[in-house]
């Protein structure tokens, strides 16, 4: 009979030559699979190096084409804005303020002056600070002369009281210096807003300079209340821009919000890279474009053109 030793040394035999059978197979394959992978990494690192180049290469030419810009901006805006003033309005912390100043003197360039420059404050566009805004807008302090709409929205009351205090209409009268006075005391009491510098004046055009995106329960209503004062701002003088960068292209942005409206967009212009210097040269043609009753849609984003049309040079 066949004891248990010869089991034993037959189950020690399978096993063995079990453990050989996937050593020498491991073996056989390590090889190939090694130099496979070493091909792979190899095949990487050059597609990686490449890519590297391929950056700098590009990042070069953007550098180039930024500076070109930049040197023929003067050139292109000159004389599109002759004794033409505008007000910057500056609607959230992420403007940066070297864009700002760019596009100051951009205007400058183009012939025109800031007349002054606003920054609204988030309670501004805060459902919450509503029925104080509303409270001051309808109460007995406002400055003669001042016509307000039929309307129950905040929003739409202290955007029509802005746009009357700060925008001179077409062929008309500048806003009493006054008037403007008393009501930019008022909102910054409230502190809706800030005046930047000693004065703000009345304007023939406005820039409402964007950045990014609203969030939370509430932006598509903060944005709405943004866009009143745009539309207000737009209809009361000779035109508006409103200059943002690609985020605020996106949802709950401002030129967002305007692009996506057909009514919005055939009024005001929009323009989605103010953030670089093709934006701003877009930023300051548009401006003349509203003058002549054009509004347009500059940038990268979909359906824009890169620039608006530039003036032929008099002869």
Do not use: C
Not at 162 to 176: E, H, K, R, T
């Amino acid at each position: 009979m066949i004891d248990f030793r010869y089991h034993l040394v037959s189950l020690i035999a399978v096993f063995l030559a079990v453990a050989l059978g996937i050593v020498i197979g491991t073996t056989a394959l390590n090889e190939p699979i090694l130099a496979d992978i070493k091909n792979q990494v190899s095949d990487l690192e050059q597609d990686k190096r490449s890519l590297e180049d391929r950056t700098q290469n590009l990042q070069a030419q953007l550098d180039t084409s930024d500076a070109f810009e930049e040197a023929v901006a003067p050139a292109l805006v000159d004389g599109t804005l002759t004794s033409s003033r505008v007000l910057l309005v500056v609607t959230n912390e992420d403007v940066a303020p070297e864009t700002v100043d760019q596009v100051t003197t951009l205007i400058g360039d183009a012939g025109g002056t800031v007349s002054g420059t606003l920054t609204l404050q988030p309670e501004y566009s805060d459902p919450s600070t509503a029925t104080s805004l509303q409270n001051y807008v309808t109460g007995s302090g406002l400055p003669s002369g001042v016509q307000l709409p039929a309307v129950d929205d905040a929003g739409q009351l202290v955007g029509s009281l802005l746009a009357q205090v700060l925008m001179i209409p077409p062929a008309g009268v500048a806003p009493d210096a006054a008037a403007v006075s008393s009501v930019m005391a008022g909102l910054t009491a409230l502190d809706v807003l800030t005046p930047e510098g000693d004065s703000i004046a009345p304007a023939d055009y406005a820039v409402v300079l964007t950045a990014g995106a609203f969030s939370g329960e509430d932006a598509a209503e903060r944005n709405d209340t943004v866009a009143d004062l745009v539309t207000a701002l737009d209809t009361a003088g000779s035109g508006a821009v409103v200059a943002g960068d690609a985020a605020s292209a996106g949802e709950n942005g401002l030129v967002g919000l305007f692009r996506s409206d057909t009514t919005l967009s055939a009024a005001v212009s929009t323009v989605d890279n103010v953030d670089t210097a093709a934006g701003r040269i877009s930023t300051v043609l548009a401006l003349g474009r509203e003058g002549e009753g054009t509004s347009g849609k500059y940038g990268t984003g979909e359906d824009t053109q890169p620039v608006p049309p530039v003036p032929a040079a008099t002869p």
